[in-house]
C-alpha cells in the first residue's frame, strides 16, 4: 500500500508570492491534517479535513487556507508569504473514524526569501 | 499556550541502555497519547500509543507510561539501539476535536 505522498518536496518562494502544496493520503483514509514544523516550535496543527469538510483549524492568520476533494487528496495554500512561513509542511492521513493514528509524509521544505 | 511539552530538547543515551523520553500536558481532557519517532528528511512515523484508561502500554522494546494525577507520560526504549537516533515527539488528542497537539520534540542519540 502507498504511503502518503506530498508535492513538491522543496519550493523556494519571495515574500509576498502563495504557494499551493500538495497532499495524498493513504488510499481508503478519509482524513487529511496538516502541519507546520518550525525548529524549537514541533509540529503546528494547521486544520484537518475529512470527506471534503474542515472538520478543525488550527490558530494560524487566514493566509493559510486548505481544501479536499472528493477524492481525498488535499491542497494548503499560503497566500502573501511571509520569511516566518518558512518551514517543513507535513501532512498526515488517518480513517479519520474512532482511529486516531495519523500516518505522515515526507513533508515539503518551503523557503520564503 | 503549549498544551504539551517535552523539556529536554535532547538525550544521549549507552547502546543497551535504557532511554526514557518524558512528556508533561495540562489538558485533563485528552484521550489518548501517542509518540512519533521522525528521522531527518522523513515524515515522523507511529510508535505507540496509550489511552488515557490505561497506565501502561508496552509494544516490544518500546513501553509508554501513563501518571495521570501528574499529567506526566514517558517513553521507556529498552535497550536502546544506534537505530533510535531520532527525534520522538509526543502528541495528545481529544475525541471529537480531530486535532492532535504535539510535543516540540525530544533528540535522542544512542551511543554505539
Known amino acids: 500500500k502507498a504511503g502518503v505522498t506530498q508535492t513538491p518536496r522543496y519550493l523556494i518562494k519571495t515574500r509576498g508570492q502563495q504557494v499551493t502544496l500538495s497532499c495524498s493520503p493513504i488510499s481508503g483514509h478519509r482524513s487529511v491534517s496538516w502541519y507546520q514544523q518550525t525548529p524549537g516550535q514541533g509540529l503546528q496543527f494547521l486544520f484537518e479535513?475529512?470527506?471534503?469538510?474542515?472538520?478543525n483549524k488550527g490558530n494560524f492568520p487566514g493566509r493559510f487556507s486548505g481544501r479536499q476533494f472528493s477524492n481525498s487528496r488535499s491542497e494548503m495554500n499560503v497566500s502573501t508569504l511571509e520569511l516566518g512561513d518558512s518551514a517543513l509542511y507535513l501532512c498526515?492521513?488517518?480513517?479519520?473514524?474512532?482511529?486516531?493514528?495519523?500516518?505522515f509524509g515526507p513533508g515539503t521544505r518551503l523557503t520564503v526569501l | 499556550d503549549q498544551q504539551v511539552k517535552q523539556n529536554s530538547p535532547s538525550l544521549s543515551v549507552q547502546e543497551g541502555r535504557i532511554s526514557i523520553l518524558n512528556c508533561d500536558y495540562t489538558n485533563s481532557m485528552f484521550d489518548y497519547f501517542l509518540w512519533y519517532k521522525k528521522y531527518p528528511a522523513e515524515g515522523p512515523t507511529f510508535l505507540i500509543s496509550i489511552s488515557s484508561i490505561k497506565d501502561k502500554n508496552e509494544d516490544g522494546r518500546f513501553t509508554v507510561f501513563l501518571n495521570k494525577s501528574a499529567k506526566h507520560l514517558s517513553l521507556h526504549i529498552v535497550p536502546s539501539q544506534p537505530g533510535d537516533s531520532a527525534v520522538y515527539f509526543c502528541a495528545a488528542w481529544t475525541s471529537g476535536t480531530y486535532k492532535y497537539i504535539f510535543g516540540t520534540g525530544t533528540r535522542l542519540k544512542v551511543l554505539a
Open positions: 498526515a492521513s488517518s480513517l479519520g473514524g474512532t482511529s486516531n493514528e495519523q500516518f
Open positions: 479535513y475529512f470527506s471534503e469538510t474542515q472538520r
